[in-house]
Nanobody
Framework: YLEESGGGLVQPGGSLRLSCVYSGNRFSLFDMAWYRQAPGKQRELVANIFSGGTTNYIDAVQGRFTISRDNAKNTVYLQMNSLKPADTAVYYC?????????WGRGTQVTVSS
């Protein structure tokens, strides 16, 4: 299963680093992504990383967020800098497969002064 951590309350302009550990096999073969869901909104993909390491970001976080992975630790990370109130959401990780893994509980990120 997936377990996200690293969220919290941060002031605008601050930084957080999210982690997601996958408890299974063959992690290195999976394309992974970070998603977020703000109150009253649908879950959206924020950034993805292919098994080979190529990354993509939505325009809203381009240049501020960095997705990475450590296959030896079955972990995917999301470094978030220059955070804005609009980034407030519950953040989840998952594979980008048509049938993803069971969703984890996510980690809450709140950006507020």
């Amino acid at each position: 299963y997936l377990e996200e951590s690293g969220g919290g309350l941060v002031q605008p302009g601050g930084s957080l680093r999210l982690s997601c550990v996958y408890s299974g096999n063959r992690f290195s073969l999976f394309d992974m992504a970070w998603y977020r869901q703000a109150p009253g909104k649908q879950r959206e993909l924020v950034a993805n990383i292919f098994s080979g390491g190529t990354t993509n970001y939505i325009d809203a976080v381009q240049g501020r967020f960095t997705i990475s992975r450590d296959n030896a630790k079955n972990t995917v990370y999301l470094q978030m800098n220059s955070l804005k109130p609009a980034d407030t959401a519950v953040y989840y990780c998952n594979s980008t497969a048509t049938i993803p893994f069971t969703w984890g509980r996510g980690t809450q990120v709140t950006v507020s002064s």
